[in-house]
């Protein structure tokens, strides 16, 4: 696991996460970020609106980047989080998540990097991607 | 055509929100959810921001774009961490409209940024989202 600066060069992969979101775990996501829209919450609620099914929110898309990052870069702090909504999410659809550095810098701020991500369908349609700063803690 | 509408919108802020008091409640609760980790009992996870609503999410006098919106996507810079007790107020502008044009027509994205300031004026977030109409 890279936790400083150093460890990190550009081309370093990040985690992988793999996981299927249910119905259940995205209508709760959608009431904890108070999200209205019943294409969150059901399958019939969602048709409701003229869509296939129960869709998950962008934002919760977001939170799995910002986890991936945790996860993967535990000592380092979150500074930018950027996604694009490429596709439709659905609960029960087997998901990976993953990412890629792609610059180093050393700035007035403090040590940072830039990452790729993708979030990805198990056939390889990228349905959100984005990008990631994030700043490790000030070298001793 | 060339998309046609009041520019004066741009910048214009329409929503101003002050939010009650971040209980640790609503820190676990969406952290629970988003599974996202870096919080703890008084600290929340960096997302916790997109939970907050004003009370309006776009302007009265937005121009009739004649289209469908979609939600394209967002940006989001983090400040300062949100902890519990934090009175946290959002403002929301619109930041930019504009057109481009794809293999499958032209669409126009409206940018609307809130910046998310805590009670002792410290930036917390700067959020923008980004609504595709096609």
Redesign the interface.
């Known amino acids: 696991m890279a936790t400083r600066f150093a460890d990190v060069d550009v081309g370093h992969d990040l985690h992988t996460l793999t996981l299927t979101l249910s119905g259940d775990?995205v209508k709760?996501?959608a009431?904890?970020?108070?999200?209205p829209g019943g294409r969150f919450m059901s399958d019939d609620d969602a048709r409701k609106e003229g869509l296939p099914g129960q869709i998950v929110p962008?934002?919760?898309s977001?939170?799995?980047f910002?986890?991936l990052i945790?996860?993967s870069l535990p000592d380092a702090?979150?500074?930018?989080?950027?996604?694009?909504?490429r596709g439709l999410v659905h609960p029960g659809q087997p998901l990976k998540i993953h990412g890629v550095v792609t610059e180093k810098h050393c700035t007035d701020e403090g040590d940072r990097i830039e990452c790729d991500l993708v979030l990805e369908s198990q056939e390889g349609d990228r349905l959100v991607t984005g990008t990631a700063t994030v700043q490790f803690p000030a070298r001793r | 055509m060339a998309l046609d509408f009041d520019r004066s919108i741009i910048g214009s802020e329409f929503d101003r929100t002050v939010f009650a008091p971040v209980t640790k409640d609503a820190i676990q609760e969406y952290a629970a959810a988003s599974g996202e980790p870096g919080a703890n009992e008084v600290t929340a996870p960096p997302t916790f921001v997109v939970r907050l609503r004003g009370h309006r999410w776009m302007p009265e006098n937005m121009p009739n774009l004649g289209r469908v919106g979609f939600d394209a996507g967002k940006d989001i810079e983090f400040g300062v961490p949100v902890r519990v007790g934090d009175v946290l107020t959002a403002v929301s502008t619109v930041h930019d409209i504009y057109e481009k044009t794809g293999r499958t027509g032209s669409m126009v994205f409206v940018v609307l940024r809130t910046v998310v300031t805590n009670q002792r004026e410290d930036e917390v977030a700067v959020i923008d989202q980004k609504m595709m109409f096609r």
């Not at chain 1, 702090?77 to 909504?85: E, G, Q, R, V």
């Open positions: 775990e709760r996501y009431v904890a970020a108070r999200m962008g934002n919760l977001l939170a799995l910002s986890r945790a996860e702090t979150l500074k930018k989080l950027s996604a694009t909504f």
